[in-house]
């Protein structure tokens, strides 16, 4: 399984939380060491930025990254399905178009909006976005053969 990269919005909210701590280099790259495994922002995975998060939270940054990702909520999709979703659909359209995005789920889950997927909703709408970036990538490289010949 592929590890979906950080989003730019991510990055910014750890350099945004970094910046609002005032935290040095030494002891932002101790943070990413010790609670995430890595030497940079750009090696984090899902897990590990929630990790360095909930230690900027122990220090003190209040996020508004659960609004986004609406928390976990009873009956509904994990903050963790909710961002594969937004990465999946950032990977495959190319940008962060929540008015797409929701024209697309509507469409395909006959959800409205990504805040009211449900976890059935967001394994179709992982496994559709799976098959599109799969498409896409055959594609591409279909195109680039065409082209080199």
Known sequence: MTMLKMSRKQLAVIGVA???????????????????GVESTLDL????????????????FESTWSKRTFGNRAGMASPAQVETIRGMWRDWSGADHERALAAWLQRTCKVSA???????????????????????????????????D
Do not use: C
């Open 45 to 60: 995975d899902w897990i590990g930025f929630t990790r360095v998060m909930e230690r900027f939270k122990q220090l003190g």
């Open 18 to 36: 970094r910046k609002r701590l005032a935290l040095d280099e030494d002891v932002y790259r101790d943070i990413l060491r010790q609670v995430a």
């Open 114 to 148: 990504l805040r009211f997927v449900d976890p059935e909703a967001a394994g179709k709408a992982i496994n559709g976005l799976r098959a599109m970036l799969k498409r896409k990538r055959v594609t591409v490289s279909e195109h680039e053969r065409a082209t080199a």
